[in-house]
């Protein structure tokens, strides 16, 4: 009986334990959620408030709402800067800089971001290179488009593109242009939107990414074939030496990465919203695979890549911030886009560009034309046509480099079954699409806020949009 009477106990107490090291971890975790999403709230506040010059008002109301509105915000218009605070949680902050956008200060201190640098040089390219680039988008009229376009197909399109058909699940399109043979032939935005209005691409970005590293392919300065040198990685014996600039572009790393979003602690939020060096936080993950072996989607790949081009501009970071700029916005017009970085002043290329429908739209013709970009070769030969490629470990071909396609030719798995084989795309958080169109000449963006994304039809938007300009010739590329 006495024997029992201890074994009990000492189930008790094992249980005991069990119980309380669960509430820890619970509480714990809880935590990290809280602090994750006052994180959220300053620098998505941040960005709408300086880069897009949205009003509070009108962020609070439909990008914060929700259990969002729980949290305080202070916005400090003389300092640009936000700052957060929930009880019993450390109190975040982000700060605004020109041309840099917001950077979550993530325990840094704002005196060392600001010391970081100063200002980047604005737009440097001349007013005559911009007004050409600008012309490439020259809108046509409603009474004087193509012959082959009908703008009441279009209008219809538009109109779908903007309704709400379930309350419970709003799509809130904000932003779509539509571009035909380089020019804008449909165009709209939700109310407190316009053409001015500079708007997230998040994953978008990556495909931005993509840009800057061909550019830098085309220098001579990187390889995209030969394993990178990290020197994170240059441990003796460490097999992430093997890894290639390729298989970063093509999400086949074989890095460990939890990408899941939303209100949950995973790798691609404490990356984004917790730590200061979002390169160094993907660096130093272990591999799960053989470099090349598996795809696995992860924008800790991206901030990678973003650590790369910095070191290939041999040290100086005004050289790097200024870097897409010079080679990249302003050859093609792009004067809205702001890249931002976190707080080491690395572009967090994963996630964070703000740019206008019009200048996101610049960036899709700029590889319908094959990187040919105010007749001037941004790209090098081949680049797009490698990016558009479904690299051979992407699931039933879906992705290339740094670009979603619609799958490997000849198979019936595109992800868009109406659209044409050629159809590539970047896609990014919330429903962000530049969707490219090769044989039909066509490049169309939507931006909006939709939280789920099966209330967004994407597919039969552009497919509207295709039935609006009706080209005879391209109907066998589907």
């Known amino acids: 009986m006495v024997m029992v009477m201890i074994s009990r106990r000492k189930i008790l107490r094992i249980l005991g334990i069990i119980v309380f090291a669960l509430l820890v971890y619970v509480f714990y975790y809880c935590w990290q959620v809280v602090t994750i999403g006052t994180a959220y709230k300053a620098k998505i506040l941040c960005s709408s408030v300086f880069i897009s010059k949205r009003s509070p008002q009108d962020i609070m109301r439909e990008d914060l709402a929700g259990i969002m509105s729980i949290i305080k915000a202070d916005i400090d218009f003389k300092s640009k800067s936000v700052t957060t605070s929930f009880p019993g949680v450390p109190r975040q902050c982000a700060i605004f800089r020109n041309n840099l956008g917001c950077t979550s200060l993530a325990g840094v201190s704002d005196t060392e971001i600001l010391s970081q640098s100063g200002d980047i040089e604005g737009s440097s390219s001349s007013s005559s290179s911009r007004m050409r680039a600008n012309a490439d988008l020259k809108a046509f009229t409603e009474g004087n488009l193509p012959q082959e376009v009908s703008s009441g197909k279009l209008n219809e399109a538009l109109d779908k593109a903007f309704s709400e058909k379930d309350p419970d699940n709003p799509i809130r399109t904000r932003a779509v242009v539509v571009v035909y043979h380089g020019q804008i032939i449909a165009e709209r935005y ?23 590293v061909g550019i830098l392919v085309m220098q001579g300065e990187i390889s995209i074939d030969q394993p990178v ?26 890095l460990t990465f939890d990408e899941r979003s939303g209100p949950v ?23 799960r695979h053989k470099p090349g072996s598996y795809w696995h989607y992860s924008s800790g790949t991206t901030n990678i890549i973003s650590q790369i081009i910095r070191e290939s501009m041999g040290g100086s970071i005004a050289d790097y911030h200024s870097f897409p700029r010079k080679a990249l916005f302003d050859k093609i017009g792009m004067d809205s886009a702001v890249m931002e970085v976190d707080a080491a002043g690395t572009f967090v290329g994963s996630s964070f560009m703000y740019a206008t429908a019009r200048d996101w739209a610049r960036f899709g013709q700029l590889y319908l034309q094959d990187g040919l970009g105010n007749g001037e070769r941004i790209l090098p030969s081949g680049w797009v046509s490698y990016s558009a490629t ?62 789920n994304l099966k209330a967004l039809d994407m597919e039969s938007f552009v497919s509207d949009v295709l039935a609006a300009v009706s080209i005879t010739e391209n109907r066998s590329s589907r």
Not at 232 to 241: I, T, V
């Open 390 to 451: 479904p690299g051979p470990m992407a699931p039933q071909g879906r992705y290339g480099a740094h670009f979603w396609t619609n799958g490997r030719h000849g198979t019936g798995e595109r992800p868009f079954k109406s659209l044409p084989a050629d159809t590539f795309y970047a896609s990014g958080y919330e429903g962000q699409f530049i969707i490219i169109i090769p044989s039909c000449n066509l490049v169309v963006v939507r931006l909006g806020l939709t939280k």
């Open 229 to 254: 040198r990290m020197a994170e990685w240059s441990g003796a014996g460490d097999p992430r030496k093997a890894i290639t600039l390729d298989q970063l572009l093509r999400m086949s790393s074989g």
């Open 190 to 212: 939700a109310p407190g939107f316009s053409a001015d209005t500079a708007l997230p691409g998040w994953s978008m970005t990556k495909s931005i990414i993509n840009a800057l």
């Open 265 to 287: 602690v995973s790798d691609v939020n404490r990356m984004l919203l917790r730590s200061r060096d979002t390169a160094a936080y993907a660096l130093a993950k272990p591999l």
